[in-house]
């Protein structure tokens, strides 16, 4: 029976593994604007609607989990989650959603999903983009590298 629970993990692993790897996602913008100046990095803030929204869907499943997207991810910026589910299962807890509305208001007015920001340490915005149909990983890199590139 071990043997059978062993090659059952493995073949999980192996089918299922890439969707596991993800970026290091912190849901506290103040405590990532520390840790960015700590690390001299700038923050991406991703606003998703992550049991609604396709194209938040997708980015999350087709570029952010993509070896080489998170290699570079994981080297250059800070990451931060707002996310909105509109499912029971997926609510968050008061505190957070209190906390993702703070930074809507702030930094997503018009509630567009999803969107992307590039931010300096201290919260400036350095760049905007969303979905991008057609995009992969090589260009989510660039794209998000030359935003990068305004607060150096």
């Known amino acids: 029976m071990n043997r059978f629970a062993l090659v059952i993990s493995i073949l999980f692993f192996v089918c299922f593994g890439h969707d596991v790897i993800a970026q ?20 991406v803030l991703f606003f998703t609607g992550s049991d609604w929204c396709p194209p938040c869907i997708r980015l999350e499943r087709n570029i952010f989990s993509n070896q080489e997207f998170i290699e570079f991810a994981d080297e250059k910026f800070i990451w931060v989650k707002a996310d909105f589910p509109k499912r029971k299962k997926n ?40 979905y991008r149909r057609g995009f992969d990983a090589k260009k989510y890199i660039s794209l ?7 607060g150096r």
């Open 24 to 43: 290091d996602w912190k849901f506290d913008f103040e405590e990532a604007k520390l840790l960015a100046k700590e690390k001299n990095q700038n923050i």
């Open 91 to 130: 609510k968050l807890s008061l505190a957070q959603q209190k906390k993702n509305e703070v930074l809507a208001q702030k930094y997503n007015r018009k509630w567009v999903f999803p969107v992307i920001l590039v931010l300096d340490k201290e919260g400036k915005v350095l760049g905007v983009t969303g």
């Open 144 to 150: 998000l590298a030359s935003f990068d590139s305004f």
